[in-house]
Protein backbone atom coordinates (compact mmCIF):
# COMPACT_ATOMS: atom_id res chain seq x y z
CA UNK A 1 0.00 0.00 0.00
CA UNK A 2 1.69 3.73 -0.71
CA UNK A 3 1.22 5.92 1.67
CA UNK A 4 0.09 9.80 0.95
CA UNK A 5 2.62 12.04 2.98
CA UNK A 6 0.36 13.13 5.34
CA UNK A 7 -0.58 9.21 6.05
CA UNK A 8 3.22 8.76 6.00
CA UNK A 9 4.02 11.63 8.94
CA UNK A 10 1.04 9.96 10.68
CA UNK A 11 2.66 6.71 11.01
CA UNK A 12 6.14 7.67 11.70
CA UNK A 13 4.66 9.80 14.57
CA UNK A 14 2.79 6.82 16.07
CA UNK A 15 6.12 4.71 15.97
CA UNK A 16 8.18 7.77 17.40
CA UNK A 17 8.68 8.87 21.15
CA UNK A 18 11.95 11.10 20.47
CA UNK A 19 10.50 13.83 18.06
CA UNK A 20 12.11 16.93 17.89
CA UNK A 21 10.90 19.77 16.07
CA UNK A 22 13.05 22.85 15.29
CA UNK A 23 10.36 25.77 14.03
CA UNK A 24 11.00 29.72 12.78
CA UNK A 25 8.30 32.67 11.90
CA UNK A 26 6.07 30.52 9.68
CA UNK A 27 4.88 28.59 12.90
CA UNK A 28 3.07 31.77 14.15
CA UNK A 29 1.91 33.63 11.56
CA UNK A 30 -1.46 31.38 11.77
CA UNK A 31 -1.53 33.57 14.68
CA UNK A 32 -1.02 37.00 12.44
CA UNK A 33 2.67 37.43 13.09
CA UNK A 34 3.97 38.68 10.23
CA UNK A 35 7.15 36.50 9.48
CA UNK A 36 10.37 38.02 7.72
CA UNK A 37 10.33 36.60 4.04
CA UNK A 38 7.18 35.56 2.91
CA UNK A 39 5.33 38.11 0.21
CA UNK A 40 3.58 39.66 3.18
CA UNK A 41 6.64 39.49 5.74
CA UNK A 42 8.64 42.49 7.00
CA UNK A 43 11.31 42.11 4.58
CA UNK A 44 8.52 43.06 1.60
CA UNK A 45 7.39 46.16 3.83
CA UNK A 46 9.47 49.59 3.21
CA UNK A 47 11.42 51.08 6.17
CA UNK A 48 13.51 54.10 6.70
CA UNK A 49 16.32 50.97 7.44
CA UNK A 50 16.04 47.16 6.61
CA UNK A 51 14.72 45.36 8.87
CA UNK A 52 18.42 43.49 9.56
CA UNK A 53 19.87 46.63 9.88
CA UNK A 54 17.27 47.53 12.12
CA UNK A 55 17.38 44.64 14.45
CA UNK A 56 21.31 44.83 14.28
CA UNK A 57 23.68 45.31 17.71
CA UNK A 58 24.86 48.24 16.01
CA UNK A 59 21.66 49.77 15.11
CA UNK A 60 20.11 49.23 18.22
CA UNK A 61 23.16 50.99 20.50
CA UNK A 62 23.42 54.12 18.06
CA UNK A 63 19.90 54.37 17.09
CA UNK A 64 17.62 53.11 20.83
CA UNK A 65 14.79 55.74 19.20
CA UNK A 66 14.80 53.99 15.74
CA UNK A 67 15.41 50.49 17.01
CA UNK A 68 12.42 50.66 19.52
CA UNK A 69 9.81 52.14 17.30
CA UNK A 70 10.48 49.39 14.80
CA UNK A 71 10.43 46.79 18.13
CA UNK A 72 7.09 47.86 19.06
CA UNK A 73 5.10 48.90 16.39
CA UNK A 74 6.38 45.29 14.20
CA UNK A 75 8.00 43.32 16.76
CA UNK A 76 4.95 42.83 19.16
CA UNK A 77 1.96 41.20 18.73
CA UNK A 78 0.05 41.77 21.74
CA UNK A 79 -3.18 39.66 20.91
CA UNK A 80 -1.53 36.89 19.40
CA UNK A 81 -2.87 33.30 20.53
CA UNK A 82 -1.40 30.04 20.12
CA UNK A 83 -2.58 28.39 16.48
CA UNK A 84 -3.19 24.65 15.87
CA UNK A 85 0.57 24.03 15.20
CA UNK A 86 1.58 25.06 18.69
CA UNK A 87 -1.34 23.31 20.12
CA UNK A 88 -0.43 19.90 18.14
CA UNK A 89 3.49 20.65 19.32
CA UNK A 90 2.40 20.99 22.73
CA UNK A 91 -0.11 17.46 22.52
CA UNK A 92 3.00 15.59 21.21
CA UNK A 93 4.58 16.48 24.74
CA UNK A 94 2.24 15.57 26.66
CA UNK A 95 1.88 12.39 24.70
CA UNK A 96 5.43 11.82 25.55
CA UNK A 97 6.75 12.05 21.90
CA UNK A 98 7.79 15.15 21.68
CA UNK A 99 11.54 15.82 23.45
CA UNK A 100 11.65 19.28 22.63
CA UNK A 101 10.75 22.23 20.17
CA UNK A 102 13.71 24.45 19.08
CA UNK A 103 12.53 27.81 18.17
CA UNK A 104 14.49 30.99 16.73
CA UNK A 105 11.07 32.43 17.24
CA UNK A 106 10.55 35.26 20.28
CA UNK A 107 6.86 35.26 20.97
CA UNK A 108 6.58 33.14 23.36
CA UNK A 109 3.60 31.10 22.06
CA UNK A 110 4.73 27.74 22.38
CA UNK A 111 5.00 28.34 25.98
CA UNK A 112 1.31 29.81 26.28
CA UNK A 113 0.38 26.30 24.34
CA UNK A 114 1.95 23.98 26.94
CA UNK A 115 4.94 23.24 25.77
CA UNK A 116 8.08 23.18 28.26
CA UNK A 117 10.86 21.70 26.76
CA UNK A 118 11.61 24.87 24.63
CA UNK A 119 14.75 26.03 23.65
CA UNK A 120 14.73 29.80 22.41
CA UNK A 121 17.69 30.17 19.89
CA UNK A 122 16.84 33.90 19.60
CA UNK A 123 15.89 34.94 23.30
CA UNK A 124 12.32 36.01 24.01
CA UNK A 125 10.28 39.26 24.13
CA UNK A 126 9.33 38.28 27.24
CA UNK A 127 12.58 38.38 29.13
CA UNK A 128 14.06 42.02 29.10
CA UNK A 129 17.13 43.45 31.55
CA UNK A 130 18.65 46.88 32.52
CA UNK A 131 22.02 47.16 30.64
CA UNK A 132 23.28 48.94 33.21
CA UNK A 133 21.95 46.83 36.74
CA UNK A 134 20.72 43.82 35.01
CA UNK A 135 17.30 44.49 36.62
CA UNK A 136 14.96 41.82 35.22
CA UNK A 137 11.63 43.67 33.54
CA UNK A 138 8.58 41.25 31.94
CA UNK A 139 7.35 42.67 28.78
CA UNK A 140 4.44 43.64 30.69
CA UNK A 141 6.83 45.84 32.49
CA UNK A 142 7.89 47.62 30.27
CA UNK A 143 4.83 48.18 28.03
CA UNK A 144 3.72 51.75 29.19
CA UNK A 145 7.10 52.65 27.12
CA UNK A 146 5.14 51.35 23.82
CA UNK A 147 2.46 54.20 24.20
CA UNK A 148 2.63 56.68 21.88
CA UNK A 149 0.36 59.39 23.40
CA UNK A 150 1.00 60.69 27.05
CA UNK A 151 -1.85 60.07 29.67
CA UNK A 152 -2.71 63.91 28.74
CA UNK A 153 -2.66 62.78 25.13
CA UNK A 154 0.28 64.59 23.76
CA UNK A 155 3.00 62.91 21.49
CA UNK A 156 5.60 60.93 22.87
CA UNK A 157 8.99 61.61 21.77
CA UNK A 158 10.88 58.78 20.42
CA UNK A 159 13.02 59.12 22.89
CA UNK A 160 10.26 58.87 25.65
CA UNK A 161 9.48 55.34 24.14
CA UNK A 162 12.75 53.49 24.73
CA UNK A 163 12.75 51.94 28.58
CA UNK A 164 14.24 53.21 31.32
CA UNK A 165 15.04 51.04 34.21
CA UNK A 166 15.10 52.48 37.81
CA UNK A 167 18.24 53.17 38.07
CA UNK A 168 18.55 54.79 34.84
CA UNK A 169 20.13 52.31 32.54
CA UNK A 170 18.40 51.41 29.32
CA UNK A 171 16.41 48.08 29.29
CA UNK A 172 17.05 45.66 26.39
CA UNK A 173 15.10 42.97 25.42
CA UNK A 174 16.58 39.64 25.75
CA UNK A 175 16.68 38.69 22.03
CA UNK A 176 19.39 38.20 19.67
CA UNK A 177 19.94 40.91 17.32
CA UNK A 178 21.86 40.54 14.36
CA UNK A 179 25.69 40.46 15.07
CA UNK A 180 25.03 38.99 18.66
CA UNK A 181 26.38 35.38 19.43
CA UNK A 182 23.63 32.79 20.41
CA UNK A 183 23.84 31.11 24.01
CA UNK A 184 26.19 28.40 24.49
CA UNK A 185 24.19 26.39 26.69
CA UNK A 186 21.08 26.80 24.68
CA UNK A 187 22.86 25.75 21.33
CA UNK A 188 24.65 22.69 23.34
CA UNK A 189 20.94 21.22 24.24
CA UNK A 190 19.52 21.99 20.73
CA UNK A 191 22.65 19.96 19.05
CA UNK A 192 22.10 17.05 21.54
CA UNK A 193 18.21 17.01 21.16
CA UNK A 194 18.53 16.93 17.20
CA UNK A 195 21.87 14.37 17.46
CA UNK A 196 19.58 12.08 19.41
CA UNK A 197 16.12 12.49 17.75
CA UNK A 198 14.59 9.41 15.36
CA UNK A 199 11.98 12.01 13.94
CA UNK A 200 13.26 15.72 13.13
CA UNK A 201 10.22 17.71 11.88
CA UNK A 202 10.99 21.22 10.64
CA UNK A 203 8.51 23.92 10.04
CA UNK A 204 8.36 26.91 8.93
CA UNK A 205 11.62 28.36 8.67
CA UNK A 206 13.29 29.69 5.72
CA UNK A 207 16.48 28.38 6.94
CA UNK A 208 18.42 31.60 6.09
CA UNK A 209 19.42 32.31 9.49
CA UNK A 210 22.81 30.91 10.57
CA UNK A 211 24.15 29.60 12.92
CA UNK A 212 20.17 28.51 13.76
CA UNK A 213 19.94 26.70 10.71
CA UNK A 214 23.75 24.91 10.36
CA UNK A 215 21.97 22.88 13.48
CA UNK A 216 19.78 20.76 11.60
CA UNK A 217 23.37 19.21 10.24
CA UNK A 218 23.58 17.45 13.44
CA UNK A 219 20.76 15.35 12.46
CA UNK A 220 21.85 11.58 11.93
CA UNK A 221 18.12 9.60 11.56
CA UNK A 222 16.57 8.73 8.28
CA UNK A 223 13.29 10.59 9.17
CA UNK A 224 13.74 14.50 8.07
CA UNK A 225 10.44 16.01 7.69
CA UNK A 226 10.01 19.59 6.57
CA UNK A 227 6.39 21.33 6.47
CA UNK A 228 6.11 24.80 4.82
CA UNK A 229 4.69 26.71 2.30
CA UNK A 230 8.04 27.64 0.31
CA UNK A 231 10.78 25.58 -0.54
CA UNK A 232 13.78 25.37 1.13
CA UNK A 233 17.25 24.81 1.04
CA UNK A 234 16.98 21.15 3.02
CA UNK A 235 14.04 20.22 0.47
CA UNK A 236 16.04 17.76 -1.16
CA UNK A 237 17.69 15.74 1.53
CA UNK A 238 14.36 15.41 3.84
CA UNK A 239 12.50 12.12 3.56
CA UNK A 240 9.50 13.36 3.52
CA UNK A 241 8.66 17.25 2.41
CA UNK A 242 4.99 18.61 3.02
CA UNK A 243 3.76 22.03 1.17
CA UNK A 244 1.23 23.42 3.55
CA UNK A 245 0.50 25.35 6.38
CA UNK A 246 1.96 24.36 9.19
CA UNK A 247 -1.29 24.76 11.78
CA UNK A 248 -3.28 22.87 9.39
CA UNK A 249 -0.88 19.76 8.59
CA UNK A 250 -0.11 18.99 12.78
CA UNK A 251 -3.83 19.58 13.27
CA UNK A 252 -4.45 16.60 10.96
CA UNK A 253 -1.33 14.50 11.92
CA UNK A 254 -1.65 14.88 15.25
CA UNK A 255 -4.66 12.98 17.44
P1 LIG B 1 11.51 33.60 7.70
O1 LIG B 1 10.59 34.76 7.64
O2 LIG B 1 12.86 33.73 7.07
O3 LIG B 1 10.82 32.36 6.97
C1 LIG B 1 9.53 31.94 7.29
C2 LIG B 1 9.22 30.71 6.45
O4 LIG B 1 7.99 30.18 6.90
C3 LIG B 1 9.07 31.00 4.96
O5 LIG B 1 9.80 30.02 4.24
C4 LIG B 1 7.55 30.83 4.70
O6 LIG B 1 7.28 30.27 3.44
C5 LIG B 1 7.16 29.87 5.79
N1 LIG B 1 5.79 30.02 6.28
C6 LIG B 1 5.10 31.16 6.55
N2 LIG B 1 3.90 30.86 7.06
C7 LIG B 1 3.82 29.51 7.09
C8 LIG B 1 2.82 28.59 7.52
N3 LIG B 1 1.63 29.00 8.00
N4 LIG B 1 3.09 27.27 7.43
C9 LIG B 1 4.26 26.81 6.92
N5 LIG B 1 5.24 27.64 6.49
C10 LIG B 1 5.02 28.96 6.60
O7 LIG B 1 11.62 33.16 9.22
P2 LIG B 1 12.78 32.32 9.98
O8 LIG B 1 13.28 31.24 9.11
O9 LIG B 1 12.24 32.02 11.32
O10 LIG B 1 14.02 33.31 10.16
C11 LIG B 1 13.96 34.68 10.38
C12 LIG B 1 14.07 35.23 11.80
O11 LIG B 1 12.79 35.72 12.07
C13 LIG B 1 14.31 34.35 12.98
O12 LIG B 1 15.56 34.63 13.47
C14 LIG B 1 13.27 34.81 14.05
O13 LIG B 1 13.93 35.20 15.23
C15 LIG B 1 12.65 36.03 13.45
N6 LIG B 1 11.23 36.30 13.59
C16 LIG B 1 10.49 35.76 14.60
C17 LIG B 1 9.13 36.03 14.68
C18 LIG B 1 8.35 35.43 15.81
O14 LIG B 1 8.87 35.28 16.92
N7 LIG B 1 7.09 35.05 15.58
C19 LIG B 1 8.51 36.82 13.71
C20 LIG B 1 9.29 37.37 12.70
C21 LIG B 1 10.64 37.09 12.63
Known amino acids: MVLTDMEQLE???????????????GVSTESGIPDFRSVDGLYHQKYDYPPETILSHSFYQKKPEEFYRFYWDKMICLDAKPNQAHIALAKLEQQGKL????????????????????LELHGSVHRNYC????KFYSLEDILPFSAT?????????????VPICSCGGRIKPDVVLYEEGLDNDTLTKAVSYIRNADILIIGGTSLAVYPAAGLIDYYRGERLVVINLSQTPRDTYADL??????GQVLAEVVK
Do not use: Y
Open 11 to 25: AWIDESDNIVFFGGA
Open 99 to 118: KAIITQNIDGLHQMAGSSEV
Open 131 to 134: ERCG
Open 149 to 161: QNEDGTSRTPKER
Open 241 to 246: VIAGKI
